[in-house]
């Protein structure tokens, strides 16, 4: 079992940032990637950006490349989310999650096993 809290959410101005932070606990060696989505209101939830555990590839929604890196500290696992130049349309909750699958596809919510309980992002214009 891999546990996952993520922290770091809030209210933000149209143009601020914000850091995300998920801290992983458990069976952390069993995963491959871990990443973030989020889900607004009335939404699927869509894929944000992912980190695979090995080699540390990363991978960004077109929408979202240049504005949000994600970033990983190993002695601490924990997965970070920068966002900057934040939108009204970036509010969503925003779910870290994680994958034990050695061939994943990456932006596929349904291929990650443990998921974290969510964190509110929103962005006033």
């Known amino acids: 079992q891999v546990q996952l809290v993520e922290s770091g959410g809030g209210l933000v101005q149209a143009g601020g940032s914000l850091r995300l932070s998920c801290a992983a606990s458990?069976?952390?060696?069993?995963?491959?990637?871990m990443g973030w989505f989020r889900q607004a209101p009335g939404r699927e939830r869509e894929f944000v950006a992912a980190?695979?555990?090995?080699?540390?590839?990363?991978y960004y929604a077109d929408s979202l490349r240049g504005r949000f890196t994600i970033s990983r500290d190993n002695a601490k696992n924990t997965l970070y989310l920068q966002m900057n130049s934040l939108k009204p349309e970036d509010t969503a909750v925003y779910y870290c999650a994680a994958s034990i699958l050695r061939s994943l596809t990456i932006a596929n919510a349904n291929e990650y096993n443990y998921w974290g309980q969510g964190t509110q992002v929103t962005v006033s214009s």
């Open positions: 458990g069976r952390t060696y069993s995963s491959y990637a």
């Open positions: 980190s695979r555990w090995l080699g540390g590839s990363t």
